[in-house]
């Protein structure tokens, strides 16, 4: 076998985490298609490729403006269920044994959907899932920046009321600049008060300063993208002396022109720099890629070894939400696989 065929079977059959999806950015377009159908709503698709071909996106904000299209076909609790399902299905179909959704209610919530709603779709999609194939799934709060902070802490509150075992974390997600992590330390401060675990985007289309800034004022534990780290060489450091996870999304950072090429993308220079990164797809149906095919982007684009692949899949194990027992549990299953599965 070809060595690139070899790494793509290894790689896809491995037992993985994904610690960085959007629900919203798993949406297929032939849902997208037929949810827009079924509530009889005109959008400018008539085919998945009208659909696909109008994935092709300037920066962060062009591609949000359809994203957020995107979620007005989300209605009911089918819908919400529907869309929880295709990615979960996915996981199967990838290997990803567990995965930590965001899930974003400030979508939604305008337009009259309820958390109940929404909620209730999810846990009848994520108990069959896991009744199914036994895949493990965390929720992460994710609230939106564009946002007033009072809205996001609104959000918490009501999500903590009507779900206080819904989420283990919240994150911060959508327009970077001109929305620092310094709006935000309120919100943050609450939800820790509260018991969340703590995660938010940072040094994606943002400077290094909101990557330093998120972890000061924010109290987060682990960055989603980050990889505007590398600009700051004393942040480099302090990221790795104290092992703060980056969940770097390769593809999403192409497709949103965060590096002009896969082959000038610089994780293998923040993981040389001791950096615990992780491998996550953000968006995959809006990107072009799940999981799997990030990391054989990585391998065919930067060379990204079989030993590197899965140094970074135990960084995702490692770095995940989950309750020590189980963290524990899924890095055995990674090791018996590597044991079983000699190295491409
Ligand atoms: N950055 C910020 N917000 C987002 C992203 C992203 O890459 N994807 C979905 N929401
Ligand atoms: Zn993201």
């Not at 071909?53 to 300037?58: G, I, N, R, T, V």
């Not at 970077?176 to 401060?189: I, K, R, S, V």
Request: proline share 5%; charged share 20%; with cysteine.
């Amino acid at each position: 076998m070809q060595s690139s065929a070899a790494f793509a079977s290894w790689i896809s059959a491995m037992p993985k985490a994904e610690l960085h999806v959007h629900l919203d950015g798993t949406l297929r377009p032939s849902r997208l298609l037929d949810r827009a159908a079924k509530h009889g709503f005109d959008i400018p698709y008539r085919s998945v490729e009208d659909v696909t071909d109008a994935y092709a996106f300037e920066n962060l904000q062009s591609f949000l403006d359809l994203y957020y299209m995107g979620t007005s076909v989300i209605r009911d609790e089918e819908d919400f269920y529907l869309l929880m399902l295709d990615y979960l299905s996915a996981c199967r179909d990838q290997h990803i044994t567990h995965t930590e959704i965001m899930i974003e209610p400030q979508s939604y919530l305008p337009s009259g959907v309820s958390l109940a709603t929404m909620m209730s779709g999810f846990k009848q999609a994520m108990a069959e899932a896991q009744a199914g194939w036994g895949q493990s799934v965390l929720l992460i709060l994710s609230l939106l920046r564009h946002l007033p902070e009072r809205d996001g802490l609104e959000v918490l509150e009501q999500a903590h009321r009507a779900c206080p075992d819904g989420f283990v974390a919240i994150g911060l997600a959508s327009s970077e600049l001109g929305h620092p992590p310094a709006d935000f330390t309120e919100l943050y401060a609450r939800a820790r008060s509260l018991g969340y675990r703590a995660t938010a985007h940072a040094g994606e289309e943002g400077p290094a300063g909101f990557v330093a800034d998120s972890l000061d004022l924010l109290g987060v534990e682990r960055i989603d993208h980050g990889v505007r780290s590398a600009e700051d060489p004393a942040l480099l450091a302090r990221l790795s002396r104290e092992g703060i996870p980056l969940t770097v999304c390769p593809l999403s950072n192409v497709k949103l022109k965060v590096f002009d090429s896969m082959a000038n993308h610089n994780l293998l220079q923040l993981l040389a720099a001791g950096v615990r990164v992780t491998v996550n797809s953000d968006d995959p149906t809006y990107f072009g890629g799940f999981l799997n095919e990030n990391f054989i982007a990585l391998h065919e684009h930067l060379r990204l070894t079989a030993e590197q692949a899965a140094r970074i899949n135990r960084h995702a194990f490692e770095a995940s939400f989950l309750p020590a027992p189980a963290r524990a549990e899924k890095l055995a299953e990674l090791d018996r696989y590597l044991l079983a599965h000699a190295r491409p």
